[in-house]
């Protein structure tokens, strides 16, 4: 391993906000937001800042390429600042290498292609999903978790954490399950932007039982009905 790239894997790994620059660079790499410990363990920090740096030929790509990660997260300037840490962290060893990129194909299609991390799947639309197949992924949720759990994931991430407070069960309670998922579906382009903000608000939702497997039902029921 290149020296200066050592050096930065060490200085990232003995950061203060060490979990939180893991989980990012898992997001970038894996294109799945992950909060479990030891799923991340799996995964180390090293691992993850090699594949990263493989596929960013230059500090300018790493750099736009993890700042549009952190970008869709829905604690984006949270997660903007870490960015800006790990490529702080990479400059020694970007300014040590030698690389070349046409200048002429520097185009946004060029760098998703030479970076060719996450955030390349699951683009499909969902707000194309067809009236029909709404339904269905009103009924499939039903059947697999409470229609409230779900009406307090979806207002958690469309408005604010629910406080539990009388003003979010009104509005809670002024819409229908069908409506919340209409509302998701035309708020968030892609399951790719969806996917961190529901796991980020599940985490923080801990009044709400089973916040996690909520957000995963609804996830992989919209990833059944965009393939």
Known sequence: MHKSLSQAIQHLAAHPKRDRIHK???WVCKGQWENATAKLDRTPIDVLLQKLVQKAPTLEILERRIHKAASVLNKSETYTRIASVIVHSCTDYYASITTH???DNDS??????LTGLALEDETTPIAAITVPDRFEI???LMQQMPPLKIKILLFSVLRHPFSFETMDWIELKAKTLDEWVEELLQSFPSIQSLEPQLLEQA?????LDQSTQVADV???TLRLKTR
């Not at 946004?108 to 292609?113: G, T, V, Y």
């Not at 985490?203 to 009044?207: H, N, S, V």
């Open 108 to 113: 946004e299609d060029l760098f998703e292609l």
């Open 203 to 207: 985490a923080t939702l801990t009044t």
């Open 218 to 220: 609804i996830v992989q």
């Open 138 to 140: 009103r009924r499939l």
């Open 101 to 103: 990129v046409d200048p």
């Open 24 to 26: 990012l660079l898992y």
